[in-house]
C-alpha cells in the first residue's frame, strides 16, 4: 500500500479574507489587492533607485566641500509632493527624504 501525500490547492479568496459580502465582491477585492501588491513592488524598487541616486548626489556634495544636505532643495520636494498629494504628501516626502539621509 502506498501513502502518497498531496499538497492541498491554495485555497481560493473566501468572502471572509476580503470582507466582502458576496463572491463576486470578493474576486474584484482580490483582484485588486493582487494589483496593489504589484505597484507595492514597483514603488519600493522606485524607492531604492532613488536612495541610491540621492547617495550619489550626496558624496559628490560632500567631496566639492559641501553639506551632505540641501535644504533649499528639500524644501522644493516637500513642497511638489504637498502640491501633487496634499498634506498626506508632505509626510510622504519626509519619509523619502529620510529614508535617504546619511547613507554617504
Known amino acids: 500500500m502506498s501513502t502518497q501525500t498531496t499538497t492541498p490547492a491554495p485555497a481560493a479568496t473566501t ?3 476580503t470582507g466582502a ?8 477585492i482580490a483582484d485588486a489587492r493582487s494589483r ?3 505597484l507595492d513592488g514597483r514603488i519600493i524598487g522606485l524607492v531604492q533607485e532613488r536612495m541610491a541616486v540621492s547617495a550619489v548626489i550626496q558624496r559628490e556634495r560632500i567631496n566639492s566641500g559641501g553639506r551632505r544636505v540641501n535644504l533649499s532643495r528639500e524644501m ?3 513642497s511638489h509632493y504637498r502640491d ?3 498634506k ?3 509626510a510622504l516626502a519626509m519619509t523619502l527624504l529620510e529614508l535617504a539621509r546619511g547613507r554617504v
Do not use: F, N
Open 88 to 90: 498626506p504628501g508632505t
Open 84 to 86: 501633487q498629494l496634499g
Open 15 to 17: 468572502v471572509q479574507d
Open 36 to 38: 496593489i501588491d504589484e
Open 76 to 78: 522644493e520636494i516637500l
Open 21 to 28: 459580502h458576496t463572491p463576486e465582491a470578493a474576486r474584484v
